[in-house]
Nanobody, 122 residues
């Protein structure tokens, strides 16, 4: 069984920084894309940033230049460094990973973490 566990959320003032972490554990053969999404109550979940196994990244326009996604393949962990935070960044942040359990399964299975709350407020 595979689990994604996020950490690092909390309350921060506007202009501040937070670093989110997400560790994948379980019977993992390999991990393809890893990413972060966020959701505000009553709205759809939206992509924040994604990183491929090779290190290529993609960001939502709203966070470009402020957030940085990275990963440590040896630790099966993805990070999201969030700088210059704004009140509109307040949301539950979810970790996502496409994970291959069976080496015969090229495409892998999509997994989600339970989310961590980020609140940006003075």
């Amino acid at each position: 069984q595979v689990q994604l566990v996020e950490s690092g959320g909390g309350l921060v003032q506007p202009g501040g920084s937070l670093r989110l972490s997400c560790a994948a554990s379980g019977s993992i053969f390999s991990i393809k894309d890893m990413g972060w999404y966020r959701q505000v109550t009553g709205k759809q979940r939206e992509l924040v940033a994604v990183i491929t196994s090779g290190g290529s990244t993609n960001y939502a326009d709203s966070v470009k230049g402020r957030f940085t996604i990275s990963r440590d393949n040896a630790k099966n962990t993805v990070y999201l460094q969030m700088n210059s935070l704004k009140p509109e960044d307040t949301a539950v942040y979810y970790c996502n990973a496409r994970i291959r359990i069976d080496p015969r399964d090229y495409f892998g299975i999509n997994y989600w973490g339970k989310g961590t709350l980020v609140t940006v407020s003075s």
